[in-house]
C-alpha cells in the first residue's frame, strides 16, 4: 500500500491518504487499503500507552518544578501529548464503515 499510507509524525502512526475518492477503488484494492489499516490501527492502543506514561512523567517533574517558565513549557508539553492521544482515538475509532476520506477531513482540521 505504498503512497496510500503516510507517516504522521506527530501521532507516530501512518495514516491514510487517498489520492482518488473510495468507491473509485477496485474491491481488491479497498480489501488490501483495509487490511493495512487493520493492522495499523492495531498499534495504536500501544502508542496510546506510551504518550500516557510520558504524560505521567512530565506531570511528576511539573510537580517539583519551582521554575514558572519551565512549568509552562512542561504543561504546554502534557496537553500537545493530550492533544495527540485524542486525535489517535479518533482515529483508532474509524471503521472500515467509515470513509477515509472523512477521517482525513478530520486530520486536516488537527493541523
Known sequence: MKGIFIEDKRLGIRVPQLDKH???YSAEEQEA??????????LIPDRIAA????INEKQDALGRETDFERSCR???EVAELASIIN????WYRISPTISFEKAAAVKSKTR
Do not use: K
Not at 486525535?87 to 479518533?90: E, S, T
Open 22 to 24: 473510495w468507491e473509485d
Open 33 to 42: 487499503i483495509l487490511l493495512e489499516w487493520e493492522a495499523i490501527r492495531g
Open 51 to 54: 504518550l500516557e506514561r510520558e
Open 74 to 76: 512542561l504543561n504546554a
Open 87 to 90: 486525535d489517535l482515538w479518533i
